[in-house]
């Protein structure tokens, strides 16, 4: 089945630093990939789609000069938290789905980011 | 605007049967879906539905009423391992290069007890 990779599964790091996260699909081609961040005891929240060779669409309320999307190839989107606060501290998890467009998303392992 | 209900919270016992509901109300319907979701881990996929009708899946299966806007989720036999939060997402906005947004319901978190 399709796999999902995302790395580092775990950051702890000081306030004011930016954190880049990777997420590749290993055995398909991924043109658009998920980003979606998921506080304690909440539902995962979409933060932007990610296209491959194009801008990132992002949700409302969610800062594109924030949360930096980079899609620079069919297998790997990457998540820049760009001086990262506390409040910055969630889990992450990027999810990507084979064509054609029925097939579910798959998800990376998720990023646990603890701001300090 | 969308809006995914699902209970918050369910327990039963190990060797039973639950049933998870999901009532939707989305703007565009592509498709549902139900993923599992262990504290700490990403969620995997679990059934899909698009159609009216039962899915059977092993000891999961998963039920789709379009015109009511209604799904459930059927774990049986049940073992400890199925404690987990288990995630109604319904596929509705069209995000481009042949893919769709999902919206996820806040998920209903499952204990199974002894």
């Known amino acids: 089945g399709a796999v999902v990779s995302q790395h580092p599964s775990r950051v702890i790091c000081k306030s004011g630093t930016s954190v880049k996260i990777e997420c590749r699909s290993l055995d398909f081609q991924a043109t658009t990939m998920f980003w979606y961040r998921q506080f304690p005891k909440q539902s995962l929240m979409l933060m932007a789609t990610s296209n491959e060779g194009s801008k990132a669409t992002y949700e409302q309320g969610v800062e594109k000069d924030k949360f930096l999307i980079n899609h620079a190839s069919l297998t790997l989107s990457t998540l820049t938290v760009t001086s990262a606060h506390p409040e910055d501290s969630s889990f992450y998890i990027c999810s990507a789905s084979e064509q054609p467009s029925n097939q579910p998303q798959h998800f990376g392992d998720g990023t646990r980011l603890s701001i300090l | 605007g969308q809006n995914i209900d699902q209970p918050t919270e369910m327990t039963a016992t190990e060797g039973a049967i639950v049933q998870i509901n999901c009532t939707y109300q989305t703007s565009g319907f592509n498709g549902l879906f139900w993923y599992q979701q262990h504290a700490g881990e990403a969620p995997t996929f679990l059934s899909y539905?698009?159609?009216?009708g039962l899915e059977e899946k092993g000891r999961f299966s998963s039920f789709l009423s379009r015109s009511k806007g209604y799904s459930y989720l059927l774990l049986k036999e049940l073992q400890m391992k199925d404690s987990a939060s288990y995630l109604c997402?319904?596929?509705?906005?069209?995000?481009?290069?042949?893919?769709?947004?999902?919206?996820f319901g806040k998920g209903t978190k499952l204990s199974v007890i002894p």
């Open positions: 997402a319904v596929r509705d906005g069209y995000s481009g290069a042949g893919s769709y947004q999902l919206t």
């Open positions: 539905n698009v159609l009216d």
